[in-house]
């Protein structure tokens, strides 16, 4: 398993629920990305992780959008009240030490619908 | 902020050469990222662009004009596997990307 992985593949949840989404990245990246992509979009940045602190969260859309890294390696982003707008694909992407030129790996993404 | 340009589709047919153009408006940037992705499938890294020119990787070759706020990617002897959706990127340690070109290979 050398790729980022996340899961679950698929969650469907209802209105005002709350949500974890899981990513595994690359083993000894230190850098850790999170990016949405809506249908017929490209990825819109997040949030991106240095080891366990987050180094900029600039991209996430409200305080019901967090995520945490506590052990420098699996990250969390946690969805609270959601809503059906929340719903789109959730990427990350993990890259060696988050050099400017470094490249992204991504996982297969986290396909959230909201009802 | 970040914004770029590209277009919505592109449609040829088996062995042709493609050129998805990008334009991009940006205070500030590293380089030109491209990527591919499958319906259904992760992006994946296709070529980068850290100073103006072109650089070759295989069938695909990517260019950046930082005067003109310009790239491309240049896709030779299409094949049918080459049926995805491509995105340029700015590089800012965090990528912003294009809304992305569909590229369909016809027989």
Redesign the interface.
Known sequence: GAG?SQTPSNKVTEKGKYVELRCDPISGHT?L?W?RQSL??????LI?FQGTGAA?DS?LPNDRFFAVRPEGSVSTLKIQRTERGDSAVY?CASSLT????E???????TRLLVL | GQS?EQPSEVTAVEGAIVQINCTYQTSGF??L?W?QQHD??????LS?N?LDGLEETGRFSSFLSRSDSYGYLLLQELQMKDSASY?C?L??????????TTVTVRA
């Open positions: 980022v850098a990305y990016y017929g979009q490209g990825p819109e940045f991106y900029d991209g990427l988050g050099g400017y030129q490249t992204q790996y991504f996982g297969p993404g | 770029l590293y380089g990222s990527y259904g499938g992760a992006p994946t890294f980068y850290a995105f990127a590089n800012d340690y965090k990528l912003s990307f294009g809304a992305g």
